[in-house]
C-alpha cells in the first residue's frame, strides 16, 4: 500500500518563498508519474504540476509557470515543489498524487495523500 505525506506548507508573506515535499511510502514510485494539485475553499481541485517518472517532462498551470518549479528524487522516493513570488490567490490545500499515467487531470492519479496548508497573506 503506497502512503504519500506532504510537508512544509506554512503561512508566509505574499512574494516570500516555501518548498513542500512529498515523501512516498510502502512502495517504490520510481516508475509513477507525480504531481501537486491544490483546493481553495469553495473551488475544485485544480493542477499545479506534474512530472513524468524520470524528471523529464513537467507540465504546469499557466497561473504557476515561471513561479513555481516540480522536482523529484527517486532515489528518496520524494517529490518537491518550490514556489517562489507567492501570492494570496496561491492559498490553498496542497495534495500530492501519484499514478501510472502523465496527465494533468486529476481523477487519472491513482494515490494521494492528506494535503498541506499552504496560506499566503497579503
Known amino acids: 500500500q503506497v502512503r504519500l505525506v506532504e510537508s512544509g506548507g506554512e503561512l508566509v508573506q505574499a512574494g516570500g518563498s516555501l518548498r513542500l515535499s512529498c515523501a512516498a511510502y510502502g512502495r517504490t514510485l520510481s516508475s509513477y508519474a507525480m504531481g501537486w494539485f491544490r483546493q481553495a475553499p469553495g473551488k475544485e481541485r485544480e493542477l499545479v504540476a506534474v512530472?513524468?517518472?524520470?524528471?523529464?517532462?513537467?507540465s504546469y498551470a499557466d497561473s504557476v509557470k515561471g513561479r513555481f518549479t516540480i522536482s523529484r528524487d527517486n532515489a528518496k522516493n520524494t517529490m518537491y515543489l518550490q514556489m517562489n513570488r507567492l501570492k494570496p490567490e496561491d492559498t490553498a490545500v496542497y495534495y500530492c498524487?501519484?499514478?501510472?499515467?502523465?496527465?494533468?487531470?486529476?481523477?487519472?492519479?491513482?494515490?494521494w495523500g492528506q494535503g498541506t496548508q499552504v496560506t499566503v497573506s497579503s
Open positions: 498524487a501519484a499514478g501510472v499515467l502523465f496527465t494533468t487531470t486529476p481523477i487519472r492519479y491513482n494515490y
Open positions: 512530472i513524468n517518472s524520470n524528471g523529464g517532462s513537467t
